[in-house]
């Protein structure tokens, strides 16, 4: 005998609706495999010495890390959403645009498209607006069926 | 015996720490989110008002814990915990000092009551835990109370649900109150409001999603831990998860609960800021005037 079990999440379903969020990569256990050397990568620049190494010549420190050239190159290029498709972590990544001097705000504007000024003004108009945002299924049907993905 | 006198809610964002080290918290863009904080401080430095301990609810943002572990659940046990350097040197903030007696007495009371904890004695402490502490205790050269470091997986999916978190906080204060000592306890829950750190739709901030989430908090927390996390990402940004933080801290006060202070403000950089003081209806104190505060762009729900 044992007691009744409360209701299960489907594990499957939990996972495909994050798929469907406009503009949003969620740090799933699949993003945090693959991304697991670019964040090890990042957390070691939580240590000055690892900074003054990185600092003094990218690519060599890089070649330390199991990267794949995908991560290399985003790092170099500082691509933050490159390096959020190569499963990265913001929170991960953070150390890195610490190391560059570089604001929360100015690393998550890059991400946008927009220049660190239309970032910090849309901040400041109230942030973006959750309208048309939450799920690219919605818009999909909103739209009658036109393809919504194209803009994010 | 120990009681959970109050809750608290706070941002623990790392610009408001950059702010108060810049000597701009004064500045047209932060002045008006510390003026909001003032609030706060001003009354936990009344008479009583100051705990002994806080359970200091935050998430570790990859500084603690690397890949290598992800506790969803861990408690500070240690006497003290130093602030990390998270990229660009440790926060000029004193050490925090724990209370390793109750947190090892609420360890050992959560296991028992079915959270399995994870237990952490060398841990360093990031912007999660020391930010809520430099807003509303100021800057002192010493923290004025003990604080147990309380930190929560909502960075590796999945984090724990609302409702887990609901429930975490009612065997929190089941255990606070087996502790023999006389202690006036805080749980303070941090993070949040709505914000959205990457990609294409960083900037997200909901007011409309915040203000209710305020609301339920306070009156509804039960229906309201039943919130799914794909409602939280779709309304609330990738980042506003953390709000499932709160819900420990509400959890931690019992059924009915008074607000005494409510502070919402947007923008705090990337993200919408509240800032709360709660406490059991019981035991509930005066309520401070004004009792609710919005700033920024928040001011226009204000007006409505």
């Known amino acids: ?152 | 015996m120990a009681r959970v006198t109050t809750g608290i809610t706070s941002s623990h964002i790392p610009a408001l720490g950059a702010a108060i080290q810049t000597g701009t918290s004064g500045n047209d863009y932060w002045g008006p989110v510390f003026d909001g904080y003032k609030a706060i401080k001003d009354w936990i430095h009344q008479p009583g008002n100051m705990p002994d301990v806080i359970v200091l609810v935050y998430n570790d943002h990859a500084t603690a814990f690397d890949m290598n572990v992800i506790p969803t659940f861990a408690i500070g046990c240690a006497e003290k915990f130093e602030p990390a350097d998270e990229g660009w040197g440790p926060r000029p903030v004193p050490d925090v000092i724990g209370h390793p007696d109750l947190a090892w007495h609420i360890a050992q009371s959560l296991i028992l009551d079915d959270f399995d904890m994870c237990i952490f004695n060398d841990m360093k402490v990031d912007h999660g835990c020391t930010v809520p502490l430099s807003m509303i205790l100021g800057e002192p050269s010493e923290w004025p109370c003990k604080v147990i470091p309380f930190p929560v997986n909502v960075v590796t999916y999945p984090p724990p649900s609302g409702r887990r978190c609901f429930n975490l906080g009612d065997s929190i204060k089941a255990a606070v109150e087996s502790f023999p000592e006389d202690l006036n306890v805080h749980v303070w829950g941090t993070g949040g409001m709505s914000h959205q750190l990457q990609g294409p739709r960083a900037g997200l901030i909901n007011k409309e999603f915040d203000l209710d989430f305020i609301d339920r908090l306070i009156n509804d927390p039960e229906n309201l831990s039943h919130m799914p996390h794909i409602q939280y990402l779709r309304e609330a940004g990738s980042e506003g998860i953390e709000l499932v933080m709160w819900l420990i801290m509400r959890g931690a006060l019992g059924d009915k609960v008074k607000d005494l202070y409510t502070f919402y403000h947007i923008p705090a950089s990337n993200t919408a800021l509240g800032a709360m003081i709660l406490q059991p209806e019981e035991t509930a104190g005066e309520a401070l005037e004004p009792r609710t505060v919005m700033s920024g762009h928040s001011m226009a729900i204000a007006a409505e």
């Open chain 1, 1 to 152: 005998m044992s007691e009744p079990k409360k209701e299960r999440i489907n594990i499957h379903e939990y996972l495909a609706e994050f798929d469907d969020i406009p503009g949003t990569r969620v740090f799933t256990a699949q993003r945090a495999r693959k991304g697991y050397w670019l964040n090890q990568f990042a957390m070691s620049l939580m240590k000055e010495e690892n900074r003054t190494r990185f600092k003094a010549d990218n690519a060599a420190y890089l070649e330390e890390w199991q990267l794949t050239d995908a991560a290399k190159k985003a790092v170099l290029a500082r691509d933050y959403n490159a390096m959020i498709d190569e499963g990265g972590n913001v929170y991960f990544l953070s150390k890195l645009f610490s190391a560059d001097g570089q604001s929360f705000q100015t690393a998550a504007g890059s991400m946008t498209g927009m220049t660190p000024d239309e970032y910090a003004q849309m901040m400041i108009a109230g942030g973006r607006s959750p309208a048309g945002m939450q799920s690219l299924k919605a818009n999909l049907a909103a739209t009658g069926g036109e393809d919504s993905k194209k803009d994010f």
